[in-house]
């Protein structure tokens, strides 16, 4: 806890300090914040996230998806059996 402590003590101190907890200044710093913490979630979803995968994913998801539709509007029987046992294993592919 001692570094957490320290780390929310320094930003509570340069808040005030430079007056940042007041407007117009808070606006900036939100702003500045926020802009923050999307870049780095967007930089460690990049970094953790299969790009190959996850797009060999949605591309199986996608025939899927026309095949059910295929399936529905034609009320072909074999074509429905396909995607019924397909079922389990794309809903684990969208999770």
Do not use: C
């Amino acid at each position: 806890m001692g570094l957490f402590d320290d780390v929310r003590n320094w930003i509570s101190d340069s808040v005030h300090e430079y007056n940042l907890h007041e407007p117009p200044y808070s606006i900036i710093f939100l702003v500045i914040v926020s802009i923050t913490i999307s870049t780095l979630s967007a930089l460690v979803t990049k970094k953790t996230v299969d790009l190959d995968a996850a797009n060999k994913n949605f591309k199986e998801i996608q025939e899927f998806n026309r095949q059910k539709k295929v399936a529905m509007e034609t009320a072909d029987r074999k074509l429905w059996i396909q995607v019924k046992s397909k079922k389990e294993y794309i809903q684990g592919l969208q999770l």
